[in-house]
């Protein structure tokens, strides 16, 4: 028996991966290309000279990330990535899953008001966002700062209201997708298991913590990913709300700074292997997070 138990796992265990061949080889086709080319300028002296054809492509093999490495620049805009970039994740999941929570307890008309809202906010571009949340903390013109009684304090000026103002807009365009996800999965939550908790004296933050979240660990595994890889390359916020980086490159982040190296500057080849470094360090945190969620022995 266990014989021939023993083939019958191995063709079920290779069966979800069939399902999933065809977007594995369109996803492949689309991703494989761009990275090798990523990968391959960033071990070449690739500049503008090269670009027209007016000196030969010189390969340097590290040299670019040993001097990335050495800037010390390089380190202050990684830091500022990582804090702005986990500010953005823990303000974008929180929002998103106590407005999920919401959705549940209100009525069907302002819980469609709601989502019809954040959908809006969701399906924005980025650049007609950041616009607008610019024109609305306008020192001169801007509603805030009248609401608030602050007279013409600009929020650009200052490195750290700067950062806050960009927070406010990634989390307003990024929370619709991790309420949508969530207010899902709690739809799919059996009513028996909440009816239960509550009948137990739970309070709404007990029930969340003790029997949603542990329920929804898969789904929040995907939302808090997503969230990861969105917020640590943002660029076009950035970018469009601080003007390029703010006042002397204090508001840079590494996608920013990225393409100063590489358009601005004309160093192809540095700007290359930024890129390379920040799929490196997405790769990492990916798989170490995962790899905890297996070793809690969470299905994925």
Same mark, same amino acid.
């Given at each position: 028996?266990?014989?021939?138990?023993?083939?019958?796992?191995?063709?079920?265990?290779?069966?979800?991966?069939?399902?999933?061949?065809?977007?594995?080889?369109?996803?492949?086709?689309?991703?494989?290309?761009?990275?090798?080319?990523?990968?391959?300028?960033?071990?070449?002296?690739?500049?503008?000279?090269?670009?027209?054809?007016?000196?030969?492509?010189?390969?340097?093999?590290?040299?670019?990330?040993?001097?990335?490495?050495?800037?010390?620049?390089?380190?202050?805009?990684?830091?500022?990535?990582?804090?702005?970039?986990? !500010?953005?994740?823990? =303000?974008?999941?929180?929002?998103?899953?106590?407005?999920?929570?919401?959705?549940?307890?209100?009525?069907?008309?302002?819980?469609?008001?709601?989502?019809?809202?954040?959908?809006? !906010?969701?399906?924005?571009?980025?650049?007609?966002?950041?616009?607008?949340?610019?024109?609305?903390?306008?020192?001169? *013109?801007?509603?805030?700062?009248?609401?608030?009684?602050?007279?013409?304090?600009?929020?650009?000026?200052?490195?750290? =209201?700067?950062?806050?103002?960009?927070?406010?807009?990634?989390?307003?365009?990024?929370?619709? *997708?991790?309420?949508?996800?969530?207010?899902?999965?709690?739809?799919?939550?059996?009513?028996?298991?909440?009816?239960?908790?509550?009948?137990?004296?739970?309070?709404?933050?007990?029930?969340?913590?003790?029997?949603?979240?542990?329920?929804?660990?898969?789904?929040?595994?995907?939302?808090?990913?997503?969230?990861?890889?969105?917020?640590?390359?943002?660029?076009?916020?950035?970018?469009?709300?601080?003007?390029?980086?703010?006042?002397?490159?204090?508001?840079?982040?590494?996608?920013?700074?990225?393409?100063?190296?590489? *358009?601005?500057? =004309?160093?192809?080849?540095?700007?290359?292997?930024?890129?390379?470094?920040?799929?490196?360090?997405?790769?990492?945190?990916?798989?170490?997070?995962?790899?905890?969620?297996?070793?809690?022995?969470?299905?994925?």
């Amino acid at each position: 028996m266990p014989a021939q138990g023993k083939p019958a796992r191995a063709r079920t265990g290779w069966t979800p991966w069939l399902y999933l061949a065809p977007a594995l080889v369109v996803l492949g086709a689309l991703l494989a290309y761009p990275i090798y080319q990523l990968g391959l300028i960033s071990v070449f002296r690739f500049t503008q000279a090269q670009v027209s054809g007016g000196e030969p492509t010189v390969f340097q093999g590290l040299d670019n990330y040993a001097e990335l490495f050495g800037d010390e620049q390089f380190w202050q805009v990684l830091l500022a990535t990582v804090l702005f970039a986990t !500010a953005c994740v823990a =303000s974008t999941l929180a929002a998103g899953c106590t407005l999920a929570v919401l959705l549940t307890r209100v009525r069907a008309l302002p819980r469609l008001a709601l989502m019809l809202a954040a959908l809006g !906010a969701w399906a924005t571009p980025a650049v007609t966002g950041s616009t607008v949340w610019l024109f609305l903390f306008d020192p001169d *013109f801007g509603p805030v700062n009248r609401i608030l009684g602050i007279g013409d304090h600009s929020w650009t000026y200052g490195r750290y =209201s700067a950062f806050f103002l960009v927070l406010l807009e990634v989390v307003w365009c990024s929370f619709p *997708f991790v309420m949508v996800t969530v207010y899902a999965g709690i739809r799919a939550v059996p009513a028996e298991v909440l009816e239960a908790a509550a009948l137990d004296g739970a309070s709404q933050w007990r029930i969340w913590r003790s029997v949603l979240a542990p329920m929804l660990r898969p789904i929040l595994t995907v939302v808090t990913i997503q969230s990861v890889i969105w917020d640590f390359k943002v660029f076009t916020q950035i970018y469009v709300m601080t003007n390029g980086g703010g006042i002397a490159g204090q508001n840079l982040v590494l996608n920013v700074y990225a393409y100063q190296q590489a *358009f601005a500057s =004309s160093e192809y080849g540095l700007g290359s292997a930024i890129g390379v470094v920040m799929l490196l360090i997405l790769l990492a945190v990916t798989l170490v997070y995962l790899r905890l969620l297996r070793r809690q022995g969470e299905e994925l």
